[in-house]
T-cell receptor, first 112, second 115 residues
Framework: DAKTTQPPSMDCAEGRAANLPCNHSTISGNEYVYWYRQIHSQGPQYIIH???NNETNEMASLIITEDRKSSTLILPHATLRDTAVYYCIPRGRGSTLGRLYFGRGTQLTVWP | ETGVTQSPTHLIKTRGQQVTLRCSSQ?????VSWYQQALGQGPQFIFQYYREEENGRGNFPPRFSGLQFPNYSSELNVNALELDDSALYLCASSLGERLGKSEAFFGQGTRLTVV
């Protein structure tokens, strides 16, 4: 599985878009990019994943660069409840589904 | 609510003791994974069970062992507890062995303190 680099912390004003970057320059062609978040003292929560096309769901949008070496998770209208640690996790097609390799993630703080 | 429940929520044990943590997976899920999360770190993969058999293991010693039952619930057992075993232990359930539409859903974790 590819290694990732994420900024250790970011902050964002409530109601504004939060853009969380992830560098995964060693990602291989068969690896998806998954994003999870972990609110303090809770288990991680799945957000979104993609392979090479941009993806959007009710929680967030995922923008993957054309060379797939980096991606950005976008929370379009951040709320206080979005304060959490966000993890970017490349995972291969052959990976067993439950096996996730978490780094240190980005602590996002949304302020009022 | 993910439908994954873990018990107990908190536990205090003495160094050298043994502990058993329990996880009930989401209905219909046949794969359970366990993670250890030390303070300030991301979760670290311990092992995974698929259809009652261990199906992958991270870099943890043999004193970390597990079971999966026919109803797909699971236990994590840790023998000869050490102070460094103090952590949040997370269980995740998912459907199927391979990457697919079903994502991994996590429980709230068990906070283990070893004194």
């Amino acid at each position: 599985d590819a290694k990732t680099t994420q900024p250790p912390s970011m902050d964002c004003a409530e109601g504004r878009a939060a853009n969380l970057p992830c560098n995964h320059s060693t990602i291989s062609g068969n690896e998806y990019v998954y994003w999870y978040r972990q609110i303090h003292s809770q288990g991680p929560q799945y957000i979104i994943h993609g392979l090479k096309n941009n993806e959007t769901n009710e929680m967030a949008s995922l923008i993957i660069t054309e060379d797939r070496k980096s991606s950005t998770l976008i929370l379009p209208h951040a709320t206080l409840r979005d304060t959490a640690v966000y993890y970017c996790i490349p995972r291969g097609r052959g990976s067993t589904l439950g096996r996730l390799y978490f780094g240190r993630g980005t602590q996002l703080t949304v302020w009022p | 609510e993910t439908g994954v429940t873990q018990s107990p929520t908190h536990l205090i044990k003495t160094r050298g003791q043994q502990v058993t943590l329990r996880c009930s997976s989401q209905s219909g899920h046949n794969t359970v994974s366990w993670y250890q999360q030390a303070l300030g770190q991301g979760p670290q993969f311990i092992f995974q069970y698929y259809r009652e058999e261990e199906n992958g293991r991270g870099n943890f010693p043999p004193r970390f062992s597990g079971l999966q039952f026919p109803n797909y619930s699971s236990e994590l057992n840790v023998n000869a507890l050490e102070l460094d075993d103090s952590a949040l232990y997370l269980c995740a359930s998912s459907l199927g062995e391979r990457l697919g539409k079903s994502e991994a859903f996590f429980g709230q974790g068990t906070r283990l303190t070893v004194v």
